[in-house]
Structures are given as C-alpha cells and as structure tokens.
C-alpha cells in the first residue's frame, strides 16, 4: 500500500476538561485535495494546529508522509499553513518577504532566485515583486502568503480558512487560483472553511465534522448525492 501523505487515526484533543476533538480518523494520498468543513467552532482549526504541530495532540495517529510527527516540532513536519491573517512584514519588499524563510535557512542564493521566479510566474505576482505590502490589494497579499509558503515545497499544504477576509469576487478568483495551484504543482493540501460551496468546489475529498466528531469523508459527489446523516445533507445542502 502507498504511503499516505497523511494518516490520522483516533486522535484525540482536550482543552482542559473540554474535550474538542474525538478519535478523528482521516488518511489522505499525496496530491488530494482535502476540505475540512463544519459549523465555527466544531474543531477544524484545532485539527489543523495539532497536524502543524501548534497544539500538542491528546492521544492517537498522527504521521505525515508515513513518518511519526507527534513528537516533532513543526518546523520538523514538512508542512506550510496559510492563515486567514496573512501577516507579511510590511517594511521588507514582496521578493524578500518570498526569501525571508530561505534566507534564515541558509538557501543558496541562486537556489532563493530560481524558488521566486517559479512560485512568483505560478502566482502571477512577477511584477509586484520590488513593491511593499502595503501598496498591493488584499488579493494581491493573500498570493504573496502563498508564495512564501510554496517556496518551501513542503509535503503538506495545511490552509486554515485563507479567503474569509476578502470580497466575494476576490474569493471566487482566489479559489479559482489556488485549485490551479494544486492542479499545477501536484501538492497536497488541507483546507479548512466552514463555506459549503467552497468545499464542494475545491475539495478531492470532503471530511464534515461537528462537535468534533466526523460525520462524513467522501468525494464531493458522495457528500452531495449520499449524505450520511440529516446533519451532512442539511449544512451541505440536500440533493434536489
Ligand atoms: P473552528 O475552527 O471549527 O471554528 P476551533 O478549533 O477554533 O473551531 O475550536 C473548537 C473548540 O475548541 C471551541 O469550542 C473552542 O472554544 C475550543 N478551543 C480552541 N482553542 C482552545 C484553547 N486554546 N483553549 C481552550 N479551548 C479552545
Ligand atoms: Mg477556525
């Protein structure tokens, strides 16, 4: 059997007494697409944090590209998260926001240069390289946080609700632009949101969680066409 970009089996995590995430159990491919999606407050960020390795998990699975992480830090992981806050150092320039992460891991300088022309023709920001944060549209920001993080190539791409701050029509664009990200690179993602559509419209494969119990994994189609309970068709939207 191949390996698994990610396996996650009976995890577990409690805040104190609140127990929010219960014997979670997902196993993705390299390459898939996978939304994680439910109402606010069911888990999903909590999940992405503890697959970063932000939180520290309560018990269970949890390995990345068949390799244990619970006890790794997250630079350890191989992983590159995209927040819905996209902080990008607003005194540095877009090219060495890109490079910052390279630089501190001592990149070879021609490796940093060929890593920002590829991410920066794949985003379409080639041009808004020598401008500052401040003077790019929101848009414009949320594709140079990609970029930083797609420089690092890193096995798993861990997305925690990345176009909740934009317009509607920016949203739409973004979505097109990250689905053409995955199609081009051949990365593998988790992407939280608690939008239906989004999920319906991005995902290879769907989780729907609640109360931190997963109710459904399936494709879109599956999720759509065969919800598993009134829960799933009812957030997801019932077949006509
Ligand atoms: P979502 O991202 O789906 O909106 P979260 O994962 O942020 O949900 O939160 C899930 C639950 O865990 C919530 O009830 C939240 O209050 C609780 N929670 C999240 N982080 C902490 C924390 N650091 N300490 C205590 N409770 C937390
Ligand atoms: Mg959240």
Request: glycine share 6%; charged share 25%; no cysteine.
């Given at each position: 059997m191949a390996t698994k970009a990610l396996n996650i089996k009976n995890l577990n995590k409690s805040f104190g007494e609140t127990h929010v995430l219960k014997d979670v159990s997902v196993s993705i491919n390299k390459g898939d697409f996978l939304v994680l999606v439910g109402p606010s407050g069911c888990g999903k960020s909590t999940l992405l944090n503890c697959i970063a390795g932000l939180e520290e998990i309560s018990s269970g699975i949890l390995e990345i590209s068949g390799r244990d992480v619970v006890a790794l830090s997250p630079r350890?992981?191989?992983?590159?998260?995209?927040?819905?806050?996209?902080?990008?150092?607003?005194?540095?320039?877009?090219?060495?926001?890109?490079?910052?992460?390279?630089?501190?891991?001592?990149?070879?300088?021609?490796?940093?240069?060929?890593?920002?022309?590829?991410?920066?023709?794949?985003?379409?920001?080639?041009?808004?390289?020598?401008?500052?944060?401040?003077?790019?549209?929101?848009?414009?920001?949320?594709?140079?946080?990609?970029?930083?993080?797609?420089?690092?190539?890193?096995?798993?791409?861990?997305?925690?609700?990345?176009?909740?701050?934009?317009?509607?029509?920016?949203?739409?664009?973004?979505?097109?632009?990250?689905?053409?990200?995955?199609?081009?690179?051949?990365?593998?993602?988790?992407?939280?949101?608690?939008?239906?559509?989004?999920?319906?419209?991005?995902?290879?494969?769907?989780?729907?969680?609640?109360?931190?119990?997963i109710q459904q994994v399936g494709t879109p189609d599956e999720i759509y066409r065969h919800p598993a309970n009134t829960f799933v068709a009812d957030f997801m939207g019932a077949p006509p």
């Open positions: 350890e992981r191989d992983i590159a998260m995209v927040f819905q806050s996209y902080a990008l150092y607003p005194t540095m320039s877009i090219r060495e926001n890109i490079e910052f992460g390279m630089k501190i891991r001592s990149v070879p300088k021609e490796e940093i240069n060929t890593q920002v022309l590829r991410v920066a023709t794949l985003l379409q920001i080639e041009h808004l390289l020598d401008r500052r944060p401040g003077q790019l549209s929101g848009g414009q920001r949320q594709r140079v946080a990609m970029g930083r993080a797609l420089v690092r190539e890193p096995a798993l791409f861990l997305f925690d609700e990345p176009l909740s701050n934009l317009d509607a029509k920016l949203r739409m664009e973004m979505r097109a632009e990250i689905k053409q990200m995955h199609a081009k690179t051949g990365t593998t993602i988790v992407y939280v949101t608690h939008d239906q559509i989004e999920a319906m419209t991005m995902a290879t494969n769907i989780v729907v969680m609640k109360d931190g119990v």
